[in-house]
């Protein structure tokens, strides 16, 4: 049963997202498994590669093609949380590779 907009958090940490899409579909992504579930990552990064075009500069867009890129955004990171837990990472601990100093030093090209 989901919460009422009342008790739904404003602010929601990838430890967060990662438990809430556990506990909705972890049973139907693990039996799909990590390659098949990849394939619906990149089906969605797709969809996020058109909004972002409906939304280059210099475009006009409508105001539900602005609402579309974030939706395109939170699915993309819904379905990335998705293969993270199939694979048994912990996406809080492995973004310390990016707010531990020294960890991450430079850019690529």
Do not use: C
Request: charged share 25%.
């Amino acid at each position: 049963m989901s919460e009422p907009p009342s008790k739904i958090k404003s602010i929601v940490t990838i430890a967060d997202l990662q438990e809430l899409i556990r506990e909705r579909y972890f049973a139907t992504d693990h039996a799909r498994g990590a390659a098949g579930t990849f394939l619906l990552l990149m089906e969605e990064v797709g969809e996020l590669a058109t909004a972002l075009h409906d939304n280059r500069p210099g475009a006009t867009p409508t105001p539900e093609q602005q609402e579309n890129l974030a939706e395109e955004f939170a699915d993309v990171l819904a379905w990335l949380s998705t293969i993270a837990n199939i694979t048994g990472v912990d996406l809080t601990s492995a973004l310390t590779k990016y707010t531990e100093p020294g960890r991450v030093t430079g850019f690529k090209g």
